[in-house]
């Protein structure tokens, strides 16, 4: 039972290049999340999603995109990487009757340069 | 919307004391209440929440926090911290159903021998 799983781990890229943190859960959970976490700033949403086809926008969602075609996989896509996109970004699940109770992947560390 | 104020960005405490870390909120409606840790280089993982019926609630490795509704806090606290509780602390808020979690900025509890 892996969980919640994250990928890659760590990336560089460019200003102005995109990519795709990919996510994917074995726990059957009907809720998916991203989050990013900044340094002193906490954990802020960006997109979440409560079943396969339905996505909706968190606190800061301007630049990503994401889409659910499956339950397992949530993944996150960052056009026109911009320096303000540095950050950890953290996938997380949980399911329909638990209240608050995420469980959070390890974390993707993407640096825009 | 809610919010979610941690008083504290940083905590020092000698092993074996006392610790409480603080966390208010502010919401306009009711709201489920729960601390998180995260571990250095991991995500992050639930430590203990409030639903309803008893406003102190406990973790498996002896900390606790007590829900006060009239002073809208839920602060943390350990009686005799160890090494291995240094880790950051986020206090999280949520109104329920998929709307996810509203975090603080965290605590980081830094444990001195």
């Known amino acids: 039972n892996a969980g919640v799983t994250q990928t890659p781990k760590f990336r560089i890229l460019k200003i102005g290049q995109s990519m795709t943190l990919q996510c994917t859960q074995d726990?059957?959970?009907?809720?998916m999340y991203w989050y990013r976490q900044d340094p002193g700033m906490g954990l802020k949403l960006i997109y979440y999603s409560v079943g396969a086809g339905i996505t909706d926008k968190g606190e800061v969602p301007n630049g990503y995109n994401v889409s659910r075609s499956t339950t397992e996989d949530f993944p996150l896509r960052l056009e026109l990487a911009a320096p303000s996109q540095t950050s950890v970004y953290f996938c997380?699940?949980?399911?329909?009757?638990?209240?608050?109770?995420?469980?959070f992947g390890e974390g993707s560390r993407l640096t825009v340069l | 919307a809610q919010s979610v104020t941690q008083l504290d960005s940083q905590v020092p405490v000698f092993e074996e004391a006392p610790v409480e870390l603080r966390c208010n909120y502010s919401s306009s409606v009711s709201v489920y209440l729960f601390w998180y840790v995260q571990y250095p280089n991991q995500g992050l993982q639930l430590l203990l929440k409030?639903?309803?019926?008893?406003?102190l609630v406990e973790s498996i490795n002896g900390f606790e926090a007590e829900f006060n509704k009239s002073q809208t806090s839920f602060h943390l606290r350990k009686p005799s911290v160890h090494i291995s509780d240094t880790a950051e602390y986020f206090c999280?808020?949520?109104?329920?159903?998929?709307?996810?979690?509203?975090f603080g900025k965290g605590t980081h509890l830094i444990i001195q021998p």
């Open positions: 726990m059957n959970h009907n809720y």
């Open positions: 997380a699940s949980s399911y329909l009757e638990s209240t608050g109770e995420l469980f």
């Open positions: 409030y639903l309803s019926g008893s406003t």
């Open positions: 999280a808020v949520t109104r329920g159903g998929a709307d996810g979690l509203t």
